[in-house]
């Protein structure tokens, strides 16, 4: 983290922060992975040669990259909906260690990894983020601070209580894309303890994005049943556990 020892403090609050790089790689949205694959449309004969490319996978959406350093996406192949039919091993294929994303009437998406090991990690992936079904225990909820400063998001922890040495968990700069934040920290998924609390954290976090980038924070509410319906759960969880607290005081 790179922040100039003259900035601001803006905003400070106490959150649980659930991030793919702090806790396991699964998030409400689904799997998350990245990796080197080599790949080809199957849509029909003959098949077309092996080519190598980067590949996302990121709220049960596959995005396909020319290269790691490539910021637009060539391709995105969604795994949910009536698009996918499924995805599994090809089978007597010449190549080893394949797999293949089945894209309805219009063929497959082959996938070949370095190692038997990556290609079942990935074809588990997919299959997962197909199915919208991600397991509650995989979730990790750490209290933490939340830290704003004029230029930067961060969150952290002391390493040992009462000794003031910070541990980063996750930063992000404020002139920030949807890229950069996901490679330097992963998605966020933050709960307050009150909803003043959040309040007040979305009142600054408009006030140094319009200061910044000159436009409004661009706010929307979550439209994925299923993210709503899992973020929901966690926050019940939440409030029990503060709860079991209070009883026992």
Sequence with gaps: LQTESDEVLCHYSIVHLQDNHVSPPTTPMGPTKEGHLMFRPAANPPLQPWEPGFFMLKAGVVYMFGDKSHRLPKRVIPLRGNGCRGCRRIPHDLRPHTFEILLGS???????????????????????????????????????????????????????????????????????????????????????????????????????????????????????????????ETSSLLKESWNVLLDSL
């Design 106 to 232: 219009r063929g497959s998406f082959q996938f070949a990894a370095a190692d038997e090991y990556e290609a079942s990690d990935w074809l588990q992936a997919f299959i997962q983020a197909a199915s919208g079904i991600f397991p509650k225990q995989m979730f990790s909820r750490p209290s933490c601070s939340l830290v704003m400063t004029e230029q930067h998001l961060v969150t952290c922890e002391e390493k040992s209580p009462g000794t003031g040495d910070l541990r980063i968990l996750s930063s992000s700069g404020l002139e920030f894309g949807c890229r950069e934040v996901h490679e330097s920290s992963g998605d966020w998924v933050l709960y307050f303890t009150s909803p003043d609390e959040m309040t007040s954290f979305k009142s600054v976090l408009q006030q140094r994005w319009l200061s910044l980038q000159q436009t409004e924070l661009p706010l929307c509410p979550v439209v994925e049943d299923s993210l709503a319906r899992r973020c929901g």
